[in-house]
């Protein structure tokens, strides 16, 4: 069997929330030891929050066990569907700070989340590892990155999209802008920082030399909304909001279906796709309109048009609209649900959605690889990590630190 | 860091991202336009408002770092260069329609007969295979299938796109992130392999969290809810406060967090609120350490986001920023590029970068990198190319072909 794209390669993870897990599980999707460094004391948001699950009540005695509690936490879930080996350690405690350091000499990769000052002030800063493991990458990511004003306050996905315009690109002309979701960038700047990652790794192992990475997420997320930036720079334009309108196509945007709150959107832009429209449409008396006839008559009287594709939609299913229109080379899509994506055909044809067994969460349906396939490896999906679940097993085998001292440690606070 | 890996990229607009992040880490990225020139460079906003093909905007920011040549691989001769190009590439980047490629007898196989080492990355709105794979793939529908739009816009409204459409931007990192992995193997294997990104995969993937969770846990269907995305649980029902708020001058983004990691923070945003001359009100009675939001009611829940409404409301978004800062407080003033090109953080940071355009006679700023590293640079190095800028290097210099060859091909519009 070929050789995975990350064996052999180890990685030590002391990351929170979504930003830092979705990249480190690039390596882990594909093959590489990955060792994640958490505390009961401070645990992560993602363990916390995001509704606990309703499976709760029949672990009701783990349920009560704090400790145990963090693993019903189903973001977590999302943020971990791989298989990571976890340590919990007291980093306040100072052999939990040498266990650290040990963990990062073993390691060829440090992937961690924290604002700046936070791994500094226990002499775990990107200068204090590299002496001791040269050929380190420190791949550090941070709402605002490490240097700067900000470089101390702490990012959350929600606060940090605000600064990278994403806040402003969508909204009706007659009401102020709202959010794609509401931790946008937390999903998008992982690519970036993903491929950032990787791209250090291949350097290291064709050079052997390591590095520190300085990931700003506003930063990659203004990466994506560049020509934003360029028409403000050159031509000191800022976009307008125009609901669903579009200045190159018409129809264009949700239309009504059977249902309730069902929508298909349709988007028409050359006039082979509005032929296409017409025929599936049953070629009908105002679709031969002559101010319809170009796609800037289209365009300028698409309110009118619009109300003729509603009246069309509507007695049709998405489902249908959308297969019609397809086979006729029209482009248009279910305005799909979370529950239309679970049912969703093409994401079954490429297993997308998987199923898992877990202890605590039950058979759940939702564990999944990134959005790309490779013919070569698959993307290995598995149960979250346990909050410490190889602490014993990281420090005996791995490190090997005698057992008699692992038990002393475990007296003395040492883990977490 | 890549500077040693040859990258060739056929894409249109889907994919253009995928070869410039490979470019800001220094691989050389030749893109390959059809003569006269690619029909991405049709997409605005332009440069002065002329819509010419030498001033899109959207080209100017996701082929920078690139090389240029035309060639027309659908001629017998183009694709014979295109073959003899692959020999010395190690990634081949494209976003036709599935099969194409195959079609003009340049699919995987073929590529990869000439040169074993060669990495296919395919970027489309769903995937190489599979009930969607010959979809008309425009930004919507995608966006659509993803679950995004059903989520964004105000609840008495249609569901909302954003006026700005980026779907594909997400399939095209995600052939980035995909074609590294492939290159990582390749080290092991000596092989190279087919990536296959999806940007409705890519999307999926990333409201995961938001929608497919609460849907797989608790059947909860989260539809539009406006800027009213903090759902709290009080203790007679679910009530709902902003995310984005209200101020002064335009909106900040404020997440109302509790717990223990937040007790210091809430109690200083009390404080806080207090020293603004506004009276806390229910907020001042809120004990951090052991109560959730299940100690009020709804209608309690909604006092207090008047309260806030007020408390943000006498100041401007730059106030609220400082402020916040010195105080530690999780809040962001909502900034378009216009504000973002000023901000301290991104100033101080030295983000943005001036890149020349000889032809325009001036320089343009650009977003610099999207991470900082210590071995090399991560960000613009050079403009996008004019139609055929290095043919002549590229035929030439490294095809060895004459004067006469690039007149010929020329002629026959290959080149």
């Not at chain 1, 350097?203 to 930036?229: F, H, M, W």
Request: with cysteine; aromatic share 12%.
């Amino acid at each position: 069997m070929a050789k995975r794209p990350f064996e052999g390669l180890k990685v030590l993870d002391f990351t929170w929330g979504g930003v830092g897990p979705f990249q480190s599980n690039f390596l882990t999707y594909y093959g590489a030891m990955v060792v994640r460094i958490e505390s009961f004391s401070r645990p992560d948001v993602t363990r916390q929050g995001g509704g606990f699950n309703p499976r709760a009540a029949e672990h009701a005695e783990e349920f009560r066990d704090p400790r145990k509690r963090l693993e019903f936490g189903a973001a977590f879930a999302v943020t971990h569907p791989v298989k990571k080996y976890g340590i919990s350690l007291n980093l306040n405690h100072p052999e939990g700070v040498n266990i650290f350091k040990r963990l990062a000499t073993w390691a060829d990769v440090l992937v961690e989340s924290f604002t700046t000052g936070t791994l500094e002030k226990r002499g775990l800063g990107y200068e204090d590892l590299h002496k001791i493991n040269p050929r380190l990458i420190m791949h550090r990511t941070a709402g605002y990155g490490h240097t700067g004003p900000m470089a101390s306050q702490p990012g959350f996905g929600q606060t940090v999209t605000s600064l990278t315009g994403f806040y402003t690109i969508t909204g009706w002309p007659d009401r102020l802008s709202v959010p794609i979701s509401s931790f946008y960038t937390d999903h998008l700047s992982p690519l970036f920082g993903g491929m950032a990652l990787i791209t250090a790794i291949d350097y290291q192992q064709r050079t052997g030399k390591g590095q520190c990475i300085d990931q700003a997420q506003i930063e990659s997320g203004i990466n994506y909304l560049s020509p934003l930036v360029l028409d403000y720079a050159a031509n000191r334009r800022e976009l307008a909001l125009k609901g669903n309108k579009c200045s190159y196509a018409a129809p264009h945007g949700p239309y009504r279906c059977q249902g309730e709150d069902r929508w298909v959107a349709i988007t028409v832009q050359t006039d082979g796709e509005w032929e296409g429209f017409c025929r599936v449409v049953g070629n009908p008396e105002w679709t031969r309109d002559s101010r319809f006839g170009t796609l800037e008559g289209r365009v300028a009287h698409s309110d009118e048009l619009d109300e003729h594709v509603n009246r069309w939609t509507a007695d049709f299913t998405a489902e249908q609209v959308m297969t019609m229109l397809q086979a006729a080379g029209v482009a248009a899509g279910v305005v799909a649900t979370a529950q239309d994506s679970e049912e969703d055909a093409q994401l079954k044809a490429y297993d997308f959605f998987r199923e898992l067994e877990h202890p605590y969460l039950g058979k759940q349906k939702f564990f999944h690889p990134p959005g790309f396939t490779l013919s070569d490896a698959t993307a290995e999906i598995h149960r979250p990590v346990f909050l410490g679940e190889h602490t014993e097993y990281i420090c005996t085998e791995v490190l090997g630190i005698p057992a008699a001292d692992f038990k002393r440690m475990e007296k003395d606070g040492v883990f977490d | 860091m890549l500077s040693c890996y040859r990258v060739l990229d056929l894409t249109d607009e889907k994919g253009f991202l995928c070869g410039k992040s490979l470019g800001d880490f220094g691989a050389d990225v030749i893109k390959i336009e059809k003569p006269g020139g690619d029909p991405g460079r049709s997409i605005g906003p332009f440069y002065h408002d002329s819509p010419e093909p030498e001033k899109s905007l959207y080209w100017f920011a996701f082929n920078a770092n690139k090389r240029g040549i035309t060639l027309d691989i659908e001629t017998a001769d183009g694709r014979e260069i295109f073959k003899r190009l692959v020999r010395t590439a190690d990634v081949v980047i494209e976003s036709f329609k599935p099969g194409y490629l195959d079609g003009l007898g340049l699919g995987y196989q073929v590529l990869s007969s000439i040169n074993p080492a060669v990495i296919l990355t395919s970027i489309s709105g769903f995937g190489q295979k599979g009930p969607y794979r010959d979809f008309n793939d425009r930004d919507l529908a995608v966006w659509a299938l993803s679950g995004y739009m059903y989520i964004t816009g105000e609840p008495d409204r249609p569901p909302l796109a954003p006026s700005y459409p980026h779907a594909h931007l997400v399939g095209a990192m995600n052939g980035a992130v995909g074609t590294m992995v492939a290159l990582c193997q390749r080290r092991l294997t000596g092989h190279g392999q087919q990536v296959d990104a999806s940007s409705h995969q890519g999307l999926c993937f990333a409201i995961s969290i938001e929608t497919k969770l609460p849907w797989a846990f608790q059947r909860i269907n989260v539809s539009r809810e406006g800027r009213d995305r903090v759902r709290v649980m009080a203790r007679d029902g679910q009530v709902k406060l902003p995310l984005l708020w209200e101020c002064k001058d335009g909106s900040i983004a404020f997440f109302f967090w509790i717990g223990p990691n937040f007790v210091k923070h809430n109690q200083d945003l009390v404080r806080w609120i207090r020293e603004s001359g506004i009276d806390p009100g229910l907020l001042a009675g809120w004990d951090w350490e052991k109560e959730t939001w299940s100690r009020f009611t709804v209608a309690e829940v909604k006092e207090i986001r008047r309260t806030l409404e007020q408390f943000f409301m006498k100041y401007t978004k730059m106030e609220l920023n400082d402020l916040s800062l010195e105080k530690r407080i999780q809040l962001t003033p909502v900034l378009a590029p216009k504000d973002l090109l000023q901000f301290p953080q991104l100033v101080e940071r030295g983000f943005w970068r001036q890149v020349e355009h000889p032809e325009l006679g001036e320089s343009i700023t650009y977003p610099g990198g999207f991470v900082k590293v210590g071995e090399g640079d991560c960000g613009i190095r050079f403009r996008a190319p004019l139609i055929g800028e290095h043919n002549e290097e590229i035929y030439k210099g490294e095809l060895q072909m004459s004067t006469t060859d690039l007149v010929n091909l020329k002629e026959r519009r290959v080149i």
